[in-house]
């Protein structure tokens, strides 16, 4: 299985740094431990995704310091605010530009994954509602003729995720059947070992009525 991770930094607000980072080392983990395929990539969006480098083996905390928060909570050296890679996407203009839009996230994994062998799992975390409901459900028809299974996760410290459009899947005849969606309020132990089993069994439900050469 292959897995590609998007992980939605519009939000600010400071008591949700902490938890961005523990939901994108939640799909850091799954990823490590329940892929046998290819590292399709891992990317942060806004309106347009943006790759960056996954951690390298026991520096995932000061990995999230560097891409995950803004400048402002990063240690202060001789006296001067450190600059992260968080606040340079910001100043380069990367991030943070537009409204929130999946469809261009999906584009990208769809394109990444495109020829790989076997099963590609997107782990998505959102923290609201993507504003680009019409490209979003042409994309999702579009990525639906391949093996290609998405996970939505609406991440908010203490309080539900809305995920807008994302929730009205499943609804209308015709609909995609390759995703699941999950909301998360924290990320305790028993959280992320009861998230990770929701998303095997139903990828492995999805691989059996979605065979490839």
């Known amino acids: 299985m292959n897995v590609a991770i998007g992980v939605c930094v519009s ?9 961005r980072k523990q939901s994108a080392e939640f799909a850091l983990h799954f990823s490590e431990k329940y892929s046998d395929g290819v590292d ?9 995704p943006v790759p960056i480098p996954r951690p390298a083996p026991g520096q995932l905390d000061s990995w999230g310091d560097d891409w995950l928060t803004p400048e402002n909570h990063t240690e202060r050296v001789r006296g001067e605010q450190k600059k992260n890679n968080l606040a340079r996407l910001r100043r380069e203009g990367k991030l943070f530009q537009g409204l929130r839009r999946l469809s261009p996230m999906m584009e990208r994994i769809i394109e990444a994954s495109a020829g790989l062998p076997g099963h590609t799992v997107a782990v998505l975390l959102l923290d609201g ?10 994309t999702m028809r579009k990525a639906a003729k391949y ?7 609406g991440t ?3 309080e539900h995720c809305y995920l807008g459009v994302v929730e009205t899947l499943g609804r209308a005849p015709g609909d995609p ?4 969606m999950l909301h998360t309020s924290n990320w305790s132990g028993l959280t992320r ?3 990770a089993r929701r998303i095997r069994r139903a990828v492995e439900r999805w691989k059996k009525r979605t065979p490839v050469g």
């Open 129 to 138: 509602s993507p504003y680009d409901g019409e490209a979003f459900m042409n």
């Open 147 to 153: 093996p290609l299974f998405w996970v939505f996760i």
């Open 193 to 195: 070992w009861l998230t």
């Open 177 to 180: 059947d390759n995703f699941l």
């Open 11 to 19: 939000d600010e607000r400071s008591f949700e740094l902490s938890f």
């Open 156 to 158: 908010a410290w203490n």
């Open 40 to 48: 399709v990539g891992f990317w942060l969006f806004t309106d347009k």
